[in-house]
């Protein structure tokens, strides 16, 4: 059983910066691939943001050049470093797990509970 545990979210400003912490439990993550993806309730979910394990890094079009993902191995830990936070970046965000390092949209197949980030206008 793998457990992610988002962390981070909060209340910021437009134009205000965010990090979001996403910590996995058992020994898989250092050769999977780590997602964020954001959902706002009536709408489909997106996906914000990829890393497979050697690093390649994949962003939605919304959030590039002021998002990065990241990850530290050592700690069995991704981040989300969110910049320039705009209002409509506002949603619960979700950590995922894709096993299969891929980091395909449909092949992330665990899940944390999410965090909330609102930006405010």
């Known amino acids: 059983q793998i457990y992610l545990v988002e962390s981070g979210g909060g209340l910021v400003q437009n134009g205000g910066s965010l990090r979001l912490t996403c910590t996995a439990s058992g020994s898989i993550f250092s050769r999977s691939a780590m997602g964020w993806y954001r959902h706002v309730p009536g709408n489909q979910r997106e996906l914000v943001a990829t890393i497979t394990s050697s690093g390649i890094e994949n962003y939605a079009d919304s959030v590039k050049g002021r998002f990065t993902i990241s990850r530290d191995n050592a700690k069995s830990t991704a981040y989300l470093q969110m910049n320039n936070l705009k209002p409509e970046d506002t949603a619960a965000y979700y950590c995922?797990?894709?096993?299969?390092?891929?980091?395909?949209?449909?092949?992330?197949?665990?899940w944390g509970r999410g965090t909330q980030v609102t930006v405010s206008s």
């Open positions: 995922a797990l894709d096993e299969s390092d891929t980091a395909g949209e449909t092949d992330f197949g665990s």
